[in-house]
């Protein structure tokens, strides 16, 4: 059988950047969290920073330039990694928590955005020094979440040109 | 309003590598390709190699010693980036293609898999060799995919020792 909810969702999952001031409850940061720990992993790397307090989202979006959004959202989720040191498994397992993240985000009814941060090193820098995140954790990116205070239509930028068959 | 049934898709993908012999549809190989490339994107890198062939998937299944699970397969996607050389978002990118691509699969009554391939040179160079992928071109993974032959729980493995509060 067809979960065509789920489905639908992932094409409505867009990225949100304005928020009203309505505050995301605590039970929705639980399931925000519990949706990225049920992403696939090879390096049992991740981690969390959930920032709330209103001067640090100000200090985020003062010192990233994709995130001045941070300065009106009322949460944001910090993916980091304490990566093994050997191999680069840790990007494809918060990429991936971070994708569940945002469609558990688009299903609650919330608007979240991907803000890139690693591998721009001033970007990691600058998210370290507000957040107090040691040298040896990176954090993958900021996500921004809030209830939406813009619509976007669902889509997808599907393009055959990208499909390849049997071989390259 | 919630979509509960999105969530609980989130929860139900697991990592299935028994599959029936049942093949998949266009309809739904489609659909599948459609959900990964609605995923957000930095890089406009990614690529996708639809394979099928009875030869080629087993083929994969000698080269890569975590993908023997193909040589029982009836397909198998390959997310692959053409990578802008300056930065490495396009990793980011294709893990959330990648992490769609596997939600849609379990939308769809699939089951599928994530087998790592970058950053590991030896996999990689077996999967360029046996799709004629040039080496300017970098696959991120396979992804077998099938009707499952086996079945899993759905389940987070949701962590409050990976949950920061405000500061790391």
């Not at 505050?23 to 790397?45: Q, Y």
């Not at 920032?51 to 989720?77: F, Q, S, W, Y």
Request: some cysteine.
């Amino acid at each position: 059988m067809v979960n065509q909810s789920a489905l639908d969702n992932i094409f409505a999952r867009r990225s949100i950047r304005r928020y009203t001031d309505q505050p995301v409850s605590e039970e929705d940061i639980k399931k925000l969290l519990e949706a990225a720990m049920a992403a696939p992993a090879a390096s049992d790397s991740w981690h969390f920073i959930v920032v709330r307090a209103r001067g640090t989202l100000d200090a985020l979006a003062e010192r990233h330039p994709n995130a001045k959004m941070l300065a009106k959202a009322p949460l944001c989720i910090v993916p980091c990694a304490d990566p093994p040191t050997f191999e680069t498994w840790w990007i494809q397992d918060c990429s991936a928590a971070t994708e569940n993240l945002l469609l558990a985000a688009t299903a609650l009814g919330l608007g979240a955005v991907w803000v890139g941060t690693y591998p721009r090193d001033e970007w990691v820098r600058a998210v370290r020094k507000v957040l107090g995140i040691p040298e040896s954790i990176v954090p993958l990116c900021l996500i921004p979440v809030g209830y939406p205070a813009e619509h976007k239509e669902p889509r997808t930028r599907y393009d055959a040109a990208r499909v390849h068959r049997e071989k390259w």
